[in-house]
């Protein structure tokens, strides 16, 4: 169980509280991470990189000179792979970068990533409930308020972010605003900082408790 400390939106202390989620063993939480963060990548990758093999390229029924007497290598299409514009030889065609991950582990690499970054984590009371209008120079005067550097990469959790906050952060381009049923391990670590709502606590707890 690790206990958080929630500030305000001026930064001040408003209380605490705990959050308490099943982890892998410190012996295997970095090889079950770095699959998890493996698989998130390959699954980005979007896989239509084609080309042409010799005998997809159009053209090249015609044999470009006759068989002998000419003194050069004897060909037998212009589309070979030897001539330019030909084929290319095991080059690349569609294909799935998958990589497969039961969901228990999935789950379990996602709560150890997050309990990870939870201890240093700022948790906030009542994340920009006040703003009635878009302004990101709030939300930078927030992180100023909370020690943290705009120019670092920020990950924001919130549990249902407003369209004001979302268009308020928008614009800050190493800010990164996320839903709190919509974790994933890469942001969680690649993350410099985390801002968390003490709403999004809830919605974590009870999206990814314990199987």
């Not at 549990?159 to 381009?173: A, D, F, T, W, Y």
């Not at 990164?176 to 942001?187: P, R, Y």
């Amino acid at each position: 169980m690790t206990n958080c400390t929630v500030l305000d939106w001026q930064g001040e202390k408003s209380g605490e509280l705990s959050i308490d989620l099943k982890t892998a063993k410190e012996s295997s939480a970095v090889d079950l991470l770095h699959r998890a963060v493996l698989r998130q990548q390959a699954h980005s990758r979007q896989g239509t990189a084609s080309t042409l093999t010799r005998s997809e390229v159009r053209g090249g029924g015609r044999k470009p000179y006759k068989q002998k007497g000419t003194g050069r290598a004897r060909q037998g299409s212009i589309r070979t792979p030897l001539r330019p514009g030909g084929g290319i030889v095991f080059g690349p065609k569609p294909r799935t970068y998958n990589l497969a991950m039961n969901r228990k582990e999935r789950r379990l690499a996602l709560r150890t990533a997050l309990m990870s970054r939870i201890s240093d984590s700022k948790i906030i009371k009542d994340f920009g409930t006040n703003l009635e209008v878009p302004k990101t120079s709030e939300i930078v005067a927030l992180l100023k308020r909370l020690g943290l550097d705009s120019e670092n990469k920020i990950l924001i959790i919130l549990s249902n972010p407003s369209e004001v906050i979302k268009r308020s952060i928008r614009n800050l381009e190493r800010i990164k605003l996320i839903s709190a049923d919509q974790l994933n391990v890469f942001d969680l670590l690649n993350a410099n900082d985390l801002v968390i709502g003490e709403d999004a606590l809830s919605t974590i707890k009870e999206v990814y408790g314990n199987d």
